[in-house]
């Protein structure tokens, strides 16, 4: 599969591309770089998107739901907050439209009926963006990634992260997963691992069954770090994000046809990237970073 490899040093970290045929793998090149907190850029920091006149809206009803943390959840005292939230709130500030933002939370298998039938104007609950779906619905640009990450059992010296570092290791994978197709392609010297779900790869890692895990950035740093791992495991070199096989990223879902408020989506969100403001938000439920 042929490659291109291009390096680049930001704020001391040292970074490596791998853009292949088959997709873009984004990857810390030493262990050290997963602590890095920036923010990938996804916004040309150059441009400039016009803001539309939004004087003739009415209400803009945000739908989200209450029970995935840290993008959405309700707090001890019932009050709806998170990452998408309080950037919704932010993104609401920056079109001065905050008056007239309402966000409420729906089960997430209600969200895409209520956004088509009219009972809510955008979704921020991380819906994927899939070709079925734009059929029916409209999409902002993405303002976050969600990464792979690779994990490994505390008792494994595996050795720094790189290219044959997994040579005929075994490495678990869900069934099926975009991870298992996105570590045949990224890593074909591994050993695939196959497991029917992230309860049972999670379990094998814990049991040491395996050399390594390859599965979601989001979940894996949390159940390492949460009362269920009992402390038996590690994160394994740094985060890789594929359009390919990750998909585009976490975005706003909008009506089919509301060209003007995904338009308005677009510049609020460019704005928040270029004055910090979306970093900032981004550390406060990603303290230690996502990447």
């Not at 997994?166 to 975009?178: H, Q």
């Not at 392609?185 to 050399?211: S, Y």
Request: charged share 25%.
């Amino acid at each position: 599969m042929p490659a291109l490899l291009t390096s680049l040093r930001r704020q001391g970290i040292f970074l490596l591309w791998v853009v292949l045929g088959c997709g873009l793998a984004f990857a810390p090149a030493h262990e050290a770089a997963a602590q890095d907190t920036e923010l990938p850029v996804l916004f040309d920091a150059r441009e400039r998107l016009p803001r539309p006149d939004l004087s003739s809206l009415l209400r803009l009803r945000i739908l989200t739901t209450a029970d995935f943390p840290p993008f959405n959840f309700a707090d001890q005292t019932g009050r709806l907050t998170g990452f998408n939230v309080d950037l919704a709130r932010e993104i609401c500030l920056e079109l001065k439209i905050e008056s007239r933002c309402q966000i409420q939370a729906l089960p997430f298998e209600e969200l895409e009926e209520a956004l088509a039938n009219g009972n809510g104007d955008a979704v921020m609950a991380g819906v994927a963006v899939t070709a079925e779906r734009r059929e029916s619905f409209s999409f902002s640009r993405p303002y976050l990634m969600i990464p792979a990450r690779f994990a490994r059992h505390a008792d494994r010296d595996l050795g720094e992260l790189d290219g044959n570092a997994l040579a005929a290791r075994t490495v678990g994978v869900v069934n099926g997963s975009a991870h298992e197709a996105m570590l045949k392609a990224f890593f074909p010297r591994a050993i695939p691992v196959l497991f029917a779900d992230q309860n049972a790869l999670l379990d094998a890692l814990k049991d040491n069954k395996v050399a390594a895990v390859f599965s979601d950035g989001l979940r894996l740093p949390f159940w390492i770090a949460g009362e269920a791992s009992a402390n038996c495991c590690r994160l394994y070199g740094g985060s890789y994000l594929s359009e390919t096989f990750l998909g585009e990223g976490v975005t706003v879902m909008l009506k089919k046809d509301d060209d003007t408020l995904r338009d308005a989506f677009d510049h609020a969100l460019a704005t928040l990237s270029r004055n910090g403001r979306l970093q900032d938000i981004y550390l406060r439920y990603f303290p230690h970073g996502l990447y």
